[in-house]
Each structure stands twice: as structure tokens, then as C-alpha cells.
């Protein structure tokens, strides 16, 4: 639940056509949530899923997959933000974002491009193009927001990569700024269950605490980023849904993660768990000196935090890519 007290605020990591014309109004009115997420994953899962979208599929004959995707795309977030934009009018929030393609991650011209035409097609303010945290993402994200586009620069895994959408985003508000522009803002989506999916197992074979590494690696991000005192860019906690296998509290992610100056994105599920017992503490922020003797930990075990960014961002990658084709292949 959104505590505006605490700075600390909830998107829901869901779209789906019947849903946005019901359940969600309901979330927001309730001030269960302000703002909402999608990803390739998401679309891709609700558009071969569910049938609310095969109307509007019928007028799109002649078009190729990807122009179809776009078209139900565009209509489910823009029917978002319309649900979101009182929010956004009074400052708590009230964004929804979508994700360029992801094989443009190493082509900023083009993920530039298709940002802002598909920030013109909804045409909503409350919008936040999601850009992947790779060298060209960094370059599109400061043209984006020199623009007024806001960004949310999502597959963040490591600070390296925080500091870098950051200094991005910097770069683009002042650019924005200067030429009189009032309003864009940034979220850097940091992923935090899939360490501990990774490497829970090793680090119990070594007798290391498990299911923490996620949350010290996030606490590490944001106290980076918060030092930066930059109010227009906060940092989101995403992958926040405890995974099959993992034996944690469903909210679990939520409530370890809760701070000034934050939002946690997260399933339905997993905000209804959290709903029933919300936190009226902030955790964080949690001390470097914790967070360095984790990671002590996780190198006395033998594991390469550094190697692990890498994969994961890679898995990440690959992840979106394949629930991209397998979408636009059911679009054929």
C-alpha cells in the first residue's frame, strides 16, 4: 500500500486488457497502488493468454506482427495512464511505463526513435519509456529525458550500471531544464529476487545467509543514489515476487525494501500479501558496513559478484528477446 508519509510508493507489475477496465481503477482508488510496470514478459503472457485482445486483433489484419503488438499495446497503456493521471496531476506518481523492443538495447538512434513515437502515439504525459541499462541505453535515456520523455531505465543489476542511468538521466534534466521544460522523471528499476534465485545454493553450501543478497545489493544502490540528491530520479525495486522454489514470505521483497524515495514494483500477488500486513517502518536504509560483510561473504565462497552482474544482465536480455519472438510469432 502507497504511504506517501514514508516516501515510499507501489506499481503494480501487471497489464492486461479486462483488468485495466475493472481491478485496476479499483487499486488506485483504494491508494493500494500509484503507478504500474510492463515488460515484454507481461504483454506477451496477456496478449496469448487472454482473450480481451481478439476484437481489436480482427482490425489489424494486414499489418505485421510488431505493428499489431504496438497497436495493443498502445491502447492498454494509454487506458493506464488516463486510469493514473489524477495521481500524476497532484504529484503522487500516477506513471506507467512500456519498454522499447529489446533488440534495439545496442542501438540508441533506434530505441531513441521508437521511445518517442511511442510516447507520441499514447499520448499521455504520465508515460515512462523503459530503456535497458547497456552502453547505447545510457545515451537514449539523456536524449529521451532532454526531450521531456520520461525514463524508466530498467535490468539495472549493478551500481556501476545505477550510476551510469543516473548520471544519463542528470544529463537529460538539465538539458530539459534549461531549454524551460517543468516536468520528467526518472526510475532506475533495480532487480533484486533473481541473485538470490542464482545463488541461494551456493552460498547455503557455504554456509552464508541466503535470501539477502538481492536486498543488500539493492540497499547498496540505493544509498548510492540517494546520495546523488536527485529528486526527480528514485530508485524502483523490481523482480520483487518471490519465485517458485524460494521458501519466503510472499512479500517478503516488499518488506525488506521499504525507504524514503522509493517504489517497488511488484505482481498482484504479491501486493495483495503485502496489503494485509503493510509496513509502517522504512528498512532502509541498511549500512555500507552490512551490506561489504555480505559481500565478503559471497567472495569467500568463491563466487564473482562482478560475474554474476554480467549474467544476470545477460539472462535478463535474453529473457525479454525470447518472450518478444514468442509474442510476435503468435501475432503471425
Excluded: C
Excluded at 499520448?123 to 535497458?132: D, F, T
Excluded at 551456493?202 to 543514489?225: D, E, F, P, R, S
Excluded at 503493510?278 to 532502509?284: E, G, K, R
Aim: glycine share 6%; charged share 20%; aromatic share 8%.
Amino acid at each position: 500500500m502507497v504511504n506517501r508519509d514514508i516516501g515510499f510508493s507501489l506499481w503494480l507489475d501487471f497489464i492486461e486488457r479486462d483488468f485495466l477496465a475493472n481491478e485496476f481503477t479499483k487499486l488506485i482508488e483504494n491508494g493500494i497502488i500509484n503507478g504500474a510496470t510492463s515488460n515484454p514478459s507481461i504483454f506477451a503472457n496477456s496478449i496469448m493468454t487472454s482473450p480481451a485482445y481478439k476484437e481489436q486483433l480482427a482490425t489489424l489484419d494486414g499489418l505485421s506482427p510488431k505493428e499489431k503488438y504496438e497497436a495493443l499495446a498502445i491502447e492498454d497503456i494509454k487506458n493506464a495512464a488516463i486510469a493514473l493521471r489524477p495521481l500524476y496531476d497532484e504529484g503522487n506518481d500516477g506513471y506507467i511505463s512500456i519498454e522499447v523492443d529489446p533488440f534495439l538495447a545496442n542501438d540508441y538512434k533506434g530505441t531513441v526513435a521508437e521511445g518517442k513515437r511511442l510516447f507520441r502515439a499514447i499520448g499521455e504525459p504520465n508515460v515512462m519509456i523503459k530503456v535497458p541499462a547497456t552502453k547505447e541505453g545510457y545515451i537514449a535515456m539523456r536524449q529521451l529525458m532532454s526531450n521531456g520523455i520520461s525514463v524508466n531505465a530498467t535490468l539495472i543489476f549493478s551500481p556501476i550500471q545505477a550510476k551510469k542511468a543516473l548520471r544519463a538521466m542528470q544529463r537529460g534534466l538539465s538539458v530539459f531544464e534549461n531549454s524551460g521544460g517543468r516536468r520528467a522523471n526518472g526510475v532506475l528499476s533495480v532487480f533484486v529476487s533473481r541473485f538470490d534465485r542464482m545463488l541461494d545454493d551456493k552460498l547455503a553450501a557455504a554456509g552464508v545467509q541466503t535470501a539477502k543478497t538481492g536486498i543488500y545489493n539493492a540497499a547498496k544502490i540505493y544509498n548510492i543514489i540517494e546520495s546523488a540528491h536527485t529528486p526527480a530520479v528514485k530508485v524502483l525495486f523490481a523482480s520483487t515476487g518471490v519465485k517458485e522454489g524460494l521458501d519466503l514470505p510472499t512479500d517478503y521483497y516488499i518488506k525488506e525494501l521499504v525507504g524514503f524515495h522509493t517504489v517497488n514494483t511488484a505482481p498482484l500477488s504479491t501486493i495483495e500479501a503485502y496489503v494485509k500486513a503493510p509496513a509502517t517502518a522504512v528498512s532502509l536504509p541498511i549500512s555500507d558496513e552490512v551490506i561489504a560483510a555480505h559481500t565478503l561473504a559471497i567472495q569467500s565462497a568463491g563466487i564473482s559478484i562482478r560475474d554474476t552482474y554480467t549474467m544476470l544482465l545477460e539472462d535478463g536480455m535474453k529473457a525479454f528477446k525470447d518472450s518478444f519472438t514468442q509474442m510476435l510469432k503468435s501475432l503471425e
